[in-house]
């Protein structure tokens, strides 16, 4: 057997739009989320978050069966909107009492709570003064973050401030894949700048361990031609190092900030930000799925696999490149399967920020589950991603990378954003219509792999 060490986390994550639905309830404010999924043309089949897993109204039975698979630790987002509905102003006390009822109900059944503070959920009103490209959006995160504190600091250790700030910022503002759907590159800089301040500002007022939860992604030139190499540098530079720099060094890598010297991120910087930005917050969030493969040359064959929908492009500054195939085999999202790629990212952190405890907060795969008529779903093939990426962070401590835990993207099917309901990431299968959830064969053997602490030989995987 693989064995973890002992106190390693076995977790499973979601975020609050994804699961929740009541989108109306308990005093909860329209988020950007609400607005985008409500535009036509936006979100595959038209669907919404409104109704999304029921977990508002299911979150007791959720726990009851994250406890009877096994899993130990929950990362779940905490609605903005909900605590604020307008995104300023006083606690709306309903909101604060559902994420109380939760934790304590973690907390009963022995599985720790790990919330995140922004999972994308912008209420509305703030996208409305200008959103994250306006730097007041950071102050009112922070003033959001002491009204979590407060509510809930007693009885929670750890928090995630800001999830994928990568896709907020490019993905909301650049390409417009997601909420708030603008496509202006200018403003997805000044968005960058904001979002890390806002995680600065919020690890000053939260008490316990605080992390940002960043998608890292291996990177590749597609060949050693200078073209292909610089489109690698560029790549790495805005997806991985724009975020790590200055929440561990304290400063932007020279290089990306030349690079978005269009769009005026450096504009954005007052004295004392970069300060703020990497105060130390004792943690730090890995969201790992893939490798990206890059070229430069404008004859390359890429694919964007952000969206469904024709895209314009998330990489301000490297909007020539083209992603290409890497020859590996791919999941149901298109994305290429590299565990590999997450052991070498872990060992990298490692080595080249400040040895904080690292966390993978998300990895996982969507396939194409086929459900029997009783909802029972063999998916032999998450079980193998799920060993294989469970097996490189198994290495990558082997060789002293400090890592805490894993948390498995996701525990029951859900919302994938654009996508709609037409991507399963799940550990637990759900039936939309009757909100049924059968776990999987890959959650019943995660659950097995987290009671033992450790991965059974390989060709004994009990499915
Ligand atoms: C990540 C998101 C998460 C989920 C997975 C598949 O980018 O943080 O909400 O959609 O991808």
């Known amino acids: ?90 606690v709306n006390e309903r909101g604060l009492d559902f994420y109380k009822d939760l934790v304590d109900a973690l907390l009963e059944a022995g599985i720790e709570p790990w919330p995140t ?17 306006l730097r007041d959006t950071a102050s009112r995160f922070a003033e959001y973050a ?58 000053q007022v939260l008490p316990g361990q605080v992390g940002a939860a960043v998608n890292l992604y291996a990177v590749s030139a597609a060949s050693d031609e200078p073209e292909d ?16 720099d200055p929440l561990f060094h304290g400063r932007y890598p020279a290089d990306v900030l030349a690079d978005l010297e269009p769009y005026g991120l450096a504009e954005c910087v007052r004295p004392g930000d970069m300060e703020t930005i990497s105060t130390p917050a004792g943690m730090l969030g890995v969201n790992y799925y893939s490798r990206h493969t890059v070229s430069g040359r404008a004859d390359a064959e890429g694919f964007v ?29 298109g994305w290429e399967i590299d565990p590999a790629g997450l052991q070498e990212m872990l060992t990298r952190v490692a080595a080249e920020y400040p040895a904080v405890p690292l966390y993978v907060t998300e990895n996982g795969a969507a396939f194409e589950d086929k459900a029997s008529a009783d909802g029972v779903v063999d998916d032999p093939e998450r079980v193998a991603y799920l060993d294989a990426h469970l097996r490189a962070c198994h290495a990558a401590i082997a060789s002293g990378v400090p890592l805490g835990g894993y948390f498995a993207w996701s525990l029951m099917d859900n919302f994938e954003w654009s996508w709609g309901y037409t991507k399963r990431f799940g550990l637990v299968h759900v039936d939309y219509p009757t909100q049924r959830r059968v776990p999987k064969s890959s959650g019943r053997w995660y659950g097995e792999a987290a009671r033992r602490g450790g991965l059974a030989d390989p060709g004994t995987i009990d499915r």
Not at 117 to 133: C, I, K, M, V
Not at 184 to 198: C, D, I, K, Q, W
Not at 322 to 330: H, K, N, T
């Open 146 to 203: 002491s009204l979590v504190a407060a509510g809930l600091g007693d009885r929670v250790p750890r928090w995630f401030t800001v999830n994928e700030p990568w896709c907020s910022a490019f993905l909301g503002y650049a390409s417009g894949d997601h909420a708030p759907g603008r496509r202006e590159p200018a403003a997805s800089a000044r968005a960058v700048h904001h979002l890390l301040l806002g995680h600065g500002m919020a690890a």
């Open 1 to 90: 057997m693989t064995s973890f060490p002992a106190g390693f986390a076995w977790g499973a994550a979601t975020s609050a739009y994804q699961i929740e639905g009541a989108a109306a309830e308990g005093g909860r404010g329209p988020s950007i989320w609400d607005t985008f999924s409500r535009t036509p043309g936006k979100i595959l089949g038209g669907d919404t978050g409104d109704i999304a897993v029921d977990h508002y109204h299911r979150f007791r039975d959720d726990i009851a069966l994250m406890r009877d698979l096994g899993i130990t630790a929950y990362r779940f987002s905490i609605a903005w909107p909900r605590i604020q509905p307008t995104g300023s102003g006083p």
């Open 305 to 333: 696999a952000t969206s469904p929908f024709a895209t314009t492009s998330p990489w301000p500054g490297a909007e020539h490149v083209s992603f290409v195939s890497g020859g590996r085999p791919m999941t149901g999202m």
């Open 229 to 244: 190499v610089d489109a690698a540098r560029r790549i790495d530079g805005l997806q991985n190092r724009l975020f790590l």
């Open 117 to 133: 503070l922004y999972h994308w959920d912008l209420p509305q009103p703030l996208e409305d003064a200008g959103g994250w490209p």
